[in-house]
T-cell receptor, first 117, second 112 residues
Framework: GAVVSQHPSRVICKSGTSVKIECRSL??????MFWYRQFPKQSLMLMAT?????????EQGVEKDKFLINHASLTLSTLTVTSAHPEDSSFYIC?????????????FGPGTRLTVT | AQSVTQLGSHVSVSEGALVLLRCNYS??????LFWYVQYPNQGLQLLLK??????LVKGINGFEAEFKKSETSFHLTKPSAHMSDAAEYFC??????????FGAGTRLFVKA
């Protein structure tokens, strides 16, 4: 089956620094990747949709200058949390899909736990 | 606007008992419906999906769900709960392109 990896799985950074999270589709080409944020005991909230070679589309209320998304290739998307603050601490999950052949499921990465101190 | 409701944030069953997790969606057109399971500190795993065709869908780990258009429901069931089924379950329709809307989730507890 399709596998999506995320790196790192856990990261602790100091307030004011930036951290980059990678999302890779290991055995398929992902034209579209999604970034979600999940607070403890809550559901997933879509942050942005990333299409290869174009700018990401951010959901309402998500600061695009704070959460920089780059989808430079068909197998890699990155999320950079800039000038991180403790309130950015969360579980970040990416997913990948290949639209074009009907409705395709999303393949989820294992998530990245970000803790900002 | 499309929305999804999962009734019951927590469901507790005894091992061997029936599992029923409820999901209702609102839409003017039938959506594509997914159920995902999430174990602690992990990503999501697809349990099953309905797109077209047979309305009773079987998934992994003995789970199944039935799409009922008249009731706008897609409830998840399993005849006999196992301890390993304890997890968070999300109902997630896809509508209007490729956006997935996640329900609030239902945490399933399985008692020995």
């Amino acid at each position: 089956g399709a596998v999506v990896s995320q790196h790192p799985s856990r990261v602790i950074c100091k307030s004011g620094t930036s951290v980059k999270i990678e999302c890779r589709s290991l055995d398929f080409q992902a034209t579209t990747m999604f970034w979600y944020r999940q607070f403890p005991k809550q559901s997933l909230m879509l942050m942005a949709t990333s299409n290869e070679g174009s700018k990401a589309t951010y959901e309402q209320g998500v600061e695009k200058d704070k959460f920089l998304i780059n989808h430079a290739s068909l197998t890699l998307s990155t999320l950079t949390v800039t000038s991180a603050h403790p309130e950015d601490s969360s579980f970040y999950i990416c997913s990948a899909t290949t639209p074009g052949q009907g409705v395709n499921e999303q393949y989820f990465g294992p998530g990245t736990r970000l803790t900002v101190t | 606007a499309q929305s999804v409701t999962q009734l019951g944030s927590h469901v507790s069953v005894s091992e061997g008992a029936l599992v029923l997790l409820r999901c209702n969606y609102s839409s003017s057109v039938p959506p594509y419906l997914f159920w995902y399971v999430q174990y602690p500190n992990q990503g999501l795993q697809l349990l099953l999906k309905y797109t077209t065709g047979a309305t009773l869908v079987k998934g992994i780990n003995g789970f199944e769900a039935e799409f009922k258009k008249s009731e706008t429901s897609f409830h998840l069931t399993k005849p006999s709960a196992h301890m390993s089924d304890a997890a968070e379950y999300f109902c997630a329709p896809i509508t209007g392109g490729f956006k997935t809307i996640f329900g609030a989730g239902t945490r399933l507890f399985v008692k020995a």
